[in-house]
């Protein structure tokens, strides 16, 4: 792969970072970057994690523009530059992820009628849940749709991932469901922990985030409430319902680090499986949770595997 010398650091000429109101008045941050010259290759949606903001991704994004793709991102309801769903600005919480669902369905159905085709979807970790959740649903149709390290189940050690749900509705039930469900950091672990570890091999591209977030601390998201948590175990363990993943007719192409430390790689790898058209790409030891900000090796081939699915399933027009 080609090296290109890219600012991460810099929202990139041509983009446009704004404040739009949902359907329902909430305010949302979104990010579009039109193809300013030449025929567009189609158009991409990319959604982020839990805690994700868009800015993390501007390295990924500048690989699709060259090659031609719209890009278009928004940080969900409750993170980011968007309006938060708690009392406490820095706690993650929501009362249902049918709520992103519908967000999801409402800007895709938006960003569909007036973008030039095809229309596919990149979504990482928590964005990927949502999205296939969504597919499962029939709230969007695109023309194929990539999940990143999705949240397909939450890593649980040492319960099931039923018992976990089990004390996490517990937890709503004895104290405020929107008070933290652990102190810091994206899971529950010892003190000195290394939150990088978790995330990524490449120590640059994780100080690229804090520097964002030193730049703008508004944008700062600390741990999940234990209602976004019981939501979440609710959410993924529904999606695993027979019949459910089977119903799904998009082409899907699934990034799988088996040593994920945030996420079930288990999951990841029973949904391929029964997912009807679908292609797994697995990572080993080499990446951990945030594959397309991971150190080049591990990056240059997950956006290998990216284009070429791509180009295979979702021909430009």
Known sequence: METIIFNRRAIPAG????REDAGDGW???TFEWPVEVGVPRGTMLFQGGRGDIFEKYLEAFDHWHRRGWHIASFDWRGQGGSGRLAADPHVGHVEDFATWVDELAERFAALKARTPEPHVVVAHSMGGHIVLRALIERRIAPDAV???APMLGLRSTPFSQRMAAWIARLMTRIGRPER????ANERPALPGASRQKFLTHSIERYDDELWWKEQRPELILGPPSWQWLA???RSTLDSFAPGRLESVNVPILLLCAEDDQLVSPPATIEAASRLPDARLIRFGAESAHEILREADPVRERALGEIDRFLEERAAAR
């Open 231 to 233: 939501a979440a175990y």
């Open 15 to 18: 983009a446009v970072n704004r």
């Open 180 to 183: 933290p469900a652990w102190k």
């Open 27 to 29: 305010p949302l941050r």
């Open 146 to 148: 990539v999940l990143v």
